[in-house]
């Protein structure tokens, strides 16, 4: 059986990701569920380490994006960019100059979708 193609995906950007990862970004587009939401952002930060970064470490809300998972400006640019693409939402520059850890990035992300109108 030939796997469907990316753009037969509901978000073909998480085509790539795991399973999990995109049951859970269609539960949060069924549901609103935040926790939902925030697997996916974990994951996406994970997904969008640098690979100079290494091996990657159990992640946790203190993990830190620059100094333990090897973040630099690119990184984190991109890495914002596919959030506001997968979520529909802006994250200006000082909300990311905000962000130093995972779970600076979790209360971004969650702000910004309880600032959102409309269905997810």
Known sequence: MTPAPDSALPF???AGFPAEV???FQRFRK???IGSAETVVIAAAVDYRPASAGAA???TDATRLVEDMGY???A???LVF???DVFEVTIGNEDVFAVRTMGDLRACVVRKLAGKTGPA
Do not use: Q, W
């Open 22 to 24: 995109r049951e859970a």
């Open 72 to 74: 630099d400006s690119v």
């Open 76 to 78: 984190v640019a991109e």
């Open 12 to 14: 073909p950007a998480l």
């Open 82 to 84: 596919f959030l506001e």
């Open 57 to 59: 470490h159990s992640v």
């Open 31 to 33: 549901t609103g569920d």
